[in-house]
């Protein structure tokens, strides 16, 4: 009881706003039930995790007055009104409904009411919303209206609060708060409240009626341990380290233990580490060099991260054979693996977001091009896309020369050059294609056969058709 009291006092610090409403008195279920609408509406506009309904506040002064309303105990019809109105919204979220005497005489009744997530919530088949003191329909606002349509799951899994009841002194103990400023460039501010105003903004960390909460993304990116959050240390990212080409025999295995922002450095370099490498000798020295180039596994690895259906069991993981390194992650992409160098779609715009402004990888649908470019900088194979029922798997391979590549990976090499080529504002010509392979001038054929087997494939075209000229014949993916 101490605590809902402690709640109330910290909710009444507000003014009614698109979240919160406060009645005196009870006057119908009816407009019950299109506040709950409108306050489920406004927390998921103002990125609220809940609405309140609070009866025995004044509205224009908030001061506290007690209600006759006992809404645990009212009725409408034979019907208990907490069911009444469940029946009667759309989606049936899961209100709360909190009842107490703040002090002798002077009750209070309280609905918590969840964000609305992915779509509005309807009362009786019609939608509200709070515009400054007043309910009004939803759909007389379609800014607003669209503005929930388009809000999707993972943004509202990402505010969701996994440890509520702290103080900002927790909050700097459970999460690595000067990771965040070293990443985004910002000086650290020299009080705890402003290091927690400032993860309020991004959605780190929360005001709640029990005082500040941590959420999901906030947990996710920078908990100095995952343990600490219940459910957390299954997202962990795996690297698994195996002897041959196969799983039979496993050499070490390293799951981690921090968030994805704090320890993402040190799981970047705990992999190369494990990583197999060549000898380059230059002109005055040699040097090691790793077989694989590092920013395409650094790229991969963050949108291992950054691209999971965090909705699934399973996790981020690298799985280092002699031969390849596979990175995975659960779930299936947005959007055609066939399209991934061009386009973009992520379910989990919040992570994506802060995960780039903090240089873990690309600017928008500019990170394949980069593990591409490099790849064939080292004259890698082609990667490999593999969509699972429940799994994506993009698999990076080591040395093979061009006699080696079977005819698949021909044309899934000449594809992706194609592409690469396509979003740099160039076209794929046999001589490019040379390039990429290292063919000698005198067998051009050889890209020529290439090329005419991926056509075929029906992976590229010609990008002028009625062209006469084999010699300069340019190429464009399929979809361009």
């Given amino acids: 009881m101490i605590e809902l009291i402690k709640r109330f006092e910290r909710l009444i610090k507000y003014q009614e706003c698109e979240f919160i409403e406060y009645k005196e008195n009870f006057h119908s279920a009816e407009e019950i039930g299109e506040r709950i609408s409108a306050l489920a509406n406004g927390a998921s506009l103002r990125n609220k995790p809940y609405g309140y309904l609070i009866f025995g506040v004044k509205d224009s002064t908030r001061e506290v007055v007690g209600t006759s309303f006992c809404a645990k105990r009212e009725k409408k019809g034979n019907e208990i009104l907490d069911l009444w109105l469940v029946n009667r919204l759309n989606p049936k979220i899961d209100f709360e409904t909190l009842e107490f005497d703040y002090e002798e005489g002077i009750h209070i009744s309280m609905y918590k009411i969840p964000a609305a997530s992915g779509c509005p919530v309807n009362f009786i088949n019609k939608a509200y919303i709070r515009v400054n003191s007043a309910t009004r329909l939803l759909n007389e606002f379609r800014d607003k209206e669209e503005k929930i349509w388009r809000k999707d799951n993972g943004s509202i899994l990402f505010q969701r609060v996994v440890k509520d009841g702290l103080t900002p002194n927790d909050i700097l103990s459970l ?106 000798i230059g002109r005055a020295l040699r040097k090691e060099v790793h077989m694989y180039p590092q920013i395409a596994i650094r790229e991969l690895v963050a949108n291992s991260i950054i691209h999971q259906d965090f909705s699934q069991k399973g996790f981020p993981m690298i799985e280092i054979y002699s031969d390849r390194i596979e990175i995975s992650n659960a779930g299936m992409p947005i959007i055609n693996a066939d399209r991934f160098i061009d386009e973009y779609g992520s379910r989990n715009d919040l992570l994506a977001d802060i995960m780039r402004r903090m240089g873990f990888c690309e600017e928008k649908g500019s990170g394949l091009d980069k593990v591409i470019y490099n790849n064939e900088l080292y004259q890698l194979p082609p990667i490999n896309i593999l969509v699972q029922q429940n799994r994506t798997i993009i698999t990076l391979y080591s040395y093979k020369s061009l006699s080696e590549l079977d005819k698949t990976e021909k044309i899934r090499a000449c594809y992706q050059h194609a592409c690469l080529k396509y979003v740099s504002n160039e076209k794929m010509t046999n001589q490019s294609l040379r390039e990429r392979f290292k063919i000698e001038d005198k067998n051009a054929a050889i890209a020529s056969r290439i090329i005419k087997d991926t056509v075929e494939a029906g992976q590229i075209k010609e990008d002028n058709p009625d062209s006469n000229s084999r010699k300069y014949k340019k190429y464009v993916p399929i979809w361009a």
Avoid: M
């Fill in 175 to 280: 999460l690595s708060t000067e990771t965040y400023f070293d990443l985004v460039g910002t000086s650290l501010p020299t009080t705890q409240q402003s290091i927690v105003n400032r993860f309020c903004t991004e959605h780190l960390a929360v005001e709640t009626e029990n005082g500040y909460g941590i959420t999901y993304l906030g947990a996710i990116l920078f908990a100095k341990n995952l343990d600490n959050f219940e459910g957390l240390a299954r997202k962990a990212v795996r690297v698994i380290v195996y002897k041959g080409k196969n799983k039979v025999e496993t050499i070490r295995e390293q799951i981690g233990g921090k968030g994805y922002a704090v320890g993402f450095e040190g799981l970047i370099d705990w992999v190369l580490g494990q990583l197999p490498q060549n000898e380059e």
